[in-house]
Structures are given as C-alpha cells and as structure tokens.
C-alpha cells in the first residue's frame, strides 16, 4: 500500500485507547510518523510491565517512511521508541527537552549510534519529503508540549497532541489565541485532536490554580508531607518547590524518574528558581514540619517510592500526624493498587488528601470549553478526533459538528483513512495489534506465550511424567505435579485416580507417542475437571525405557 497523490491517515495507537499513541500520515509515496508511545500493562496481560504497538505495517514499509516526529516526551508519546525505533532505520525529530529525554532512553539500551536524533528549536520548523512541519507550543503537564503544523500539498493539518489552555503556565510559554488563529486565517484542512476529556464540561484550569490549593492543603500541617505527583510533570514540580519555600520546608526527592526529569528540565533551562534538595538521610533528622518530599508513585507502582515508604522499605519513613497529598489523577485501572496503599498508609494513621477533597491537581487535558475554544481559533474543514477510547473520540465529533465544524471523522486504529482529495474517507481496514515486553523479549500481546499464561492463571498446570517399556507398556505409576489447581485438602486423592486414569488409556488405541501422550492428557484433565471444574494445562512428558 504506497500512499498516491493523496491525503492520508492511519493510526497504529491510540485511537479507541487512551495511550500508546502512533499516527502515521501518508502523501506522494512517502509516509512519516507523529509519536511512537507505548502503554502499561492490566490484568490481562499476567507479568507484564509494558505494552507496545504492532507496527507491522509500516516495518513492511520502512523504505518509505521519512521520519518520527515527537510532539512531547510522556511515556504515551516516546515510550516505544527505545524497543521499536531502530527497527524502521528512520530519524527521530523532536525539542530540546523532549530530545534529552529521549536521549537518556538510548542511552540506556545502548542505541545512540543506531537511532539519529535531530534536536529542533522551539518553534522550529522543517521538512521532510512532500511534508513540512513547524512546532508550536500548547501548555501540558511537560515541558514542551507541541502541537504540529503539517503542511502538505493537499492541505494544512494540525495536530494538537496533548493540550490544555493555562493562563498561568509555570514552564515555557504557551502560543496565543492570535498566533492560533492566524494558523486558521491561513486554511487549515484537518485538526487532529486530544479527546481525553472531552466529557468534562468545565476548563482543566490553570498550574496556578494548583499552588493556591497546594498552600491551603498544606499549611496546616504539622508533620511531615510527601507529595506524589507524575515524574514527567515538571510544572508540578516546580509548582511544589515553591510552596515547599513559601511554607519554610526542605525539598527532599525520591523516586528515580523524578531525579531524571529535574536534571533534564534544568539541563534545559527550566525549574530555574527549584530550591536545594536535601537527601533521604538529612530528612529523616530534619523537624518534621521542615521538611516536603516529593515522591513518585501515585499510581499505585508496586516499585515506586511511596509504595515502598508505605510498606517500610524505604529510608523515608511516615507515621502519625504526617499528611501525604495525591497531586495527580487516579488513572482508570490502578484503583485497586492505589487503594493497597492509601490503606498502608491510613493503618500507620497518615492523613491522606486526593484531588476529591482539595484542589491539588489540574488534568493536563482540554475540556470542552477548551475544545471549542479551538474549534473557533483553528476553524478546520475536518475534525479527526485522537487520543482517547472510541467514546470520547465519538463525542468530540458531536461537539465539533454541533459547533460547525463541516466535517467530522470517527476512525479506529487500523482504519486507513483519506482527508484529501475530496470527501474524508475511510478506504481501508489494516492489521493492528500489540505487542508486550516480556522481560528482554517481545512478543505479540496475543500470541502463544500470553495465553498460555492466561490459562495457566485461571486454571493451573498438572505435569504427568509415564515412564514405558520399548513395546509400550506401562512400567509403574505415573508420577503426577500440580501448580495452581484448586486439590489443596484432598490432593493425594486426587493425584491416585488421576494417575489411575492416565494408565488406563496407554494401552487404548494407537501406540504412536504422539497419540498416546495426547490419550492422557486428556484424561488428566478430564480428571482435573470432575474434581475441580477447571481445565488445566497438562504436561504429558514420556519415558522410553
């Protein structure tokens, strides 16, 4: 498929999903990539950590494809691109500090030779092929935050990536409501856009809102305060260091990912007014209403600071009288882990504040008085919702035709889609899928080894070992091994009619291994059935003498 003297669009991610993002647009033979993110794993997905998009179909292509374009670094956006970006052979073109991020990410796999990485300006511009792109800064909760000007020569897009409106950013600074709308005054064909919150019917408000809440939450607090934010969320960091000083408290950090984030914001130049941080060991001698930590871990992490600091394996250490505030939101799917640990901290009589009893956090994401703002600013041909699960992308389209946009598209990943020439189109259904990473290894998210290992966590696994003579016949018991069948009291009971079954069958039909070692599993399992009303898997391994 070798895109004609067209339009086109498709993504790889995040459309019908919220994260792993990965839009490829196509023109003139040539396609080039905006983002490459990755998401985190669920319960569907036993033991694994990080979930990735399949990119089969543009790997089939990578001749073809001219780049990958970055529009900010949230793990959503550049997580992928240390496990996949080599692969295509193509360059990653992205800002300063979202370049430093993905710098370190290199760094870490060894791959600053394999993959080029071309450093932007901030509003800068450049070409690639029949595509020219310029940057222009919309708020986020990151530094940098982007949107993309793309002009091609069916037309202009724009592709808001993630965004919000902030009248009082505390990092970088925002392009205007006149610098927007002369990018509309100049024709735009097709706004691509975030549709994470798109439900919400109130602004996601300003950074500033949060420090007034902040300083309310807080000073009042006798003991010591931690703070769990999104490492990546350096305005909030900033914004913590600030009250930390306005409150008379020492900053103490913890957690990786945030010692990460504040040396590269700074490397960048921003946080320049963050105070002096004080280490893990000063802390704990400090008075305790002397001291603020900012930690990571909100979300729940299993291997995060506060998970540590909440089950005492931490240096840092919290008792009564001391106050933890959530400054983030509670991401859909990690409710039961959060909970693991505000009862942690709630048994050690730790007074907790969420963003449902005080206003200590703002969702870097537009809501709708937001979208329309921009409806009316850009005033596209097209809206292409992003960014969000088919219902919200389905609601910005309502929004965005109730608000006279003339066109308006609801595609999925795989749907291939033609903006130019003529009516907005879906032409084309291609395969899409996921892929995890499995330790060191990655596999699809589908395939053999993760539902075996569903299986294995819904109905545990009997290995029989049966030992035969060179005519095939029996020679003593089989010996039998459960992992995770549900026999506890009456296992060996079980075990004896199980192996009983197995040699009953050995000598019932053909004599071929194969055909054997299958007679037996099946009735193990048949056996496992009656006795539990599970299938297990059964392992059938046979000994010649």
Known sequence: MKPKDELL????????????????????????????????????????????????????????????????????????????????????????????????????????????????PNEGSFELGPFGFRYMPLAHSIPEGNALVIDTPHGRIFHTGDWKLDDQPLLGVPSTPAELTAVGDQGVLALVCDSTNVFNDKASGSEGDVREGLMQTIEGATGRVLVTTFASNAARVQTLGEVAAAMGRKVCVAGRSLDRIIGMAKASGYLKGFPPTVDWDEAMKLPRDEVMIIATGGQGEARAALARIAFDSHPIKLTEGDLVVFSSKQIPGNEIAIGRIQNALAAKNVVMVTDRQAEVHVSGHPGRPELEAMYRWIRPEILLPVHGERRHMAEQARLGLATGIPNAVVQSNGDLLRLAPGKPTIIGRQEVGRLVLDGDVILPAEGATMNERRKLGLHGQISVAVALDA??????????????????????????????????????????????????????????????GKKPIVDVLLIRA
């Open 471 to 532: 005519k095939g016949r029996l020679l003593g018991r089989p010996t039998l091994r459960t992992q995770g069948v549900p026999v506890e009291e009456d296992k060996a009971d079980f075990l004896a009619e199980a192996a009983d079954d197995a040699a009953d069958v050995i000598a019932k039909g053909s004599h071929e291994e194969e055909a054997v070692r299958e007679r037996i599993r099946l009735a193990v399992r048949r056996a496992a059935t009656r006795w539990t």
């Open 9 to 120: 669009f498709l993504a790889l991610g995040g459309s019908g999903e919220i994260g792993m993002n990965v839009n490829l647009y196509g023109c003139q033979g040539k396609w080039v990539m905006v983002d490459l993110g990755m998401t985190f794993g669920d319960p569907n997905y036993p033991g694994i950590e990080l979930v990735l998009p399949d990119l089969s179909f543009i790997e089939e292509r990578r001749k073809d494809l001219l780049g990958i374009v970055l529009t900010h670094g949230h793990e959503d956006h550049i997580g992928a691109i240390p496990y996949l970006a080599a692969d295509l052979g193509v360059p990653l073109y992205a800002t300063p500090f979202t370049a430093g991020l993905i710098r370190l990410k290199l760094e870490e796999e060894g791959l600053t030779k394999e993959v080029k990485l071309h450093v932007i």
